[in-house]
């Protein structure tokens, strides 16, 4: 990797970590360039703006996650006989459980930061749109196959309750260690494992075929 890819590299991180905690507003470009240790021309430079920075670092990882997210879904739908809801939605979060689990403290920054624009009113929705909107649609359409019998509206309304349940785990507020008085933690990626598919499989099986019947 050449010098300008690494100082690239080098902003891109220290974008992330500040964006993570206090969102696009918060941070200023000299406020990266400090962490980043360069001088403040240079994300000018390379990004243009700090709506440019902030961009490049949403790309950075989600063609990453997407890649993987696509393939997970590809290699479940071809190796299983019978797809299950459950199976779809464990298709679809391992490879990010994964990165959060072993990807070191840059890929916990990112999906904080994606916890972040996930809810921010003002455009998180369009940032969202433009980096997930294919593979999402990949999910509902195997959840499609699944569930025959669902409407589409259910089936969006159910993957908005999933990305919600998803968000609130990597925001890793630390907010369930507290109530639950230390029993529980909010980084424990193998707790999350083990029961958000199951949990939220439940709920998208039983709601699609409860709104399928009060259509009947």
Same mark, same amino acid.
């Given at each position: 990797?050449?010098?300008?890819?690494? #100082?690239?590299? %080098?902003? $891109?991180? @220290?974008?992330?970590?500040?964006?993570?905690?206090? /969102?696009?507003?918060?941070? *200023?470009?000299?406020?990266?360039?400090?962490?980043?240790?360069?001088?403040?021309?240079?994300?000018?430079?390379?990004?243009?703006?700090?709506r440019?920075?902030?961009?490049?670092?949403l790309?950075?990882?989600a063609?990453?996650?997407?890649?993987?997210?696509?393939?997970?879904?590809?290699?479940?739908?071809?190796?299983?006989?019978?797809?299950?809801?459950?199976?779809?939605?464990?298709?679809?979060?391992?490879?990010?459980?994964?990165?959060?689990?072993?990807?070191?403290?840059?890929? #916990?920054?990112? %999906?904080? $930061?994606? @916890?972040?624009?996930?809810?921010?009113?003002?455009? /998180?929705?369009?940032?969202? *749109?433009?980096?997930?909107?294919?593979?999402?649609?990949?999910?509902?359409?195997?959840?499609?196959?699944?569930?025959?019998?669902?409407?589409?509206?259910?089936?969006?309304?159910?993957?908005?309750?999933?990305?919600?349940?998803?968000?609130?785990?990597?925001?890793?507020?630390?907010?369930?260690d507290?109530?639950?008085?230390?029993?529980?933690?909010?980084?424990?990626?193998?707790a999350?494992?083990?029961?958000?598919?199951?949990?939220?499989?439940?709920?998208?099986?039983?709601?699609?075929?409860?709104?399928?019947?009060?259509?009947?």
């Open positions: 990797m050449d010098d300008s890819a690494d #100082r690239r590299d %080098l902003i $891109l991180d @220290a974008a992330e970590s500040l964006f993570c905690v206090h /969102g696009f507003h918060g941070v *200023t470009v000299r406020q990266v360039a400090t962490e980043a240790g360069v001088d403040p021309a240079l994300l000018n430079y390379y990004f243009t703006s700090k440019g920075l902030f961009d490049a670092v790309l950075r990882r063609e990453v996650v997407n890649t993987q997210r696509a393939r997970s879904m590809d290699r479940y739908e071809s190796s299983t006989a019978e797809m299950t809801v459950e199976g779809c939605l464990q298709a679809f979060f391992e490879p990010v459980l994964t990165l959060w689990e072993s990807g070191g403290d840059g890929w #916990r920054n990112y %999906l904080r $930061l994606i @916890a972040l624009v996930n809810s921010t009113p003002s455009w /998180g929705g369009q940032a969202m *749109t433009q980096y997930f909107d294919p593979v999402i649609h990949k999910l509902i359409g195997l959840l499609r196959e699944v569930l025959p019998e669902a409407h589409a509206e259910d089936l969006f309304w159910c993957y908005h309750f999933v990305s919600g349940a998803l968000s609130l785990s990597f925001a890793d507020t630390g907010r369930i507290n109530l639950s008085g230390g029993l529980c933690r909010s980084n424990d990626v193998a999350v494992r083990k029961r958000l598919a199951y949990f939220l499989a439940a709920g998208t099986t039983q709601l699609c075929q409860r709104m399928a019947k009060t259509r009947d």
